[in-house]
């Protein structure tokens, strides 16, 4: 079992940037996530990066939020640049020891969530 601690968030202005990370309390070969859920929507997928190294973003992220991971340290990143007041919501890490060749795994197949960290977006 992995415990996973998410830090970074806060509050920033539109167009702003912020990295979050997130720590695992081990290493192994996880595929990781990020998620967020805005308040009474539905939790999203906004990037994740497979156990081989396979990234994959969601459409709110193309282009604005690059996810990465270092290994070494156990630590998942995202870093996001021009925010957005829709960008505001709780993000959450997550973790699986699932794997799919070629493509992204679904929200249920994570089976490791972090408490979450808040970022807000105002104008």
């Known amino acids: 079992q992995v415990q996973l601690a998410e830090s970074g968030g806060g509050a920033v202005q539109v167009g702003g940037s912020l990295t979050l990370s997130c720590t695992a309390s081990?290493?192994?070969?996880?595929?990781m996530a990020w998620f967020r859920q805005a308040p009474g929507k539905e939790r999203e997928e906004v990037a994740s990066?497979?156990?081989?190294?396979?990234?994959f973003y969601g459409d709110s992220a193309k282009g604005r939020f690059t996810i990465s991971k270092d290994n070494a340290k156990n630590i998942l990143y995202l870093q996001m640049n021009t925010l957005k007041p829709e960008d505001s919501a709780i993000y959450y890490c997550?973790?699986?020891?699932?794997?799919?060749?070629?493509?992204?795994?679904?929200?249920?197949?994570?089976?490791?969530w972090g408490q979450g960290t808040q970022v807000t977006v105002s104008s």
């Open positions: 997550a973790a699986t020891l699932l794997y799919r060749a070629g493509g992204r795994l679904r929200r249920n197949e994570y089976n490791y």
């Open positions: 081990k290493n192994s070969k996880y595929s």
């Open positions: 990066i497979n156990s081989q190294g396979d990234i």
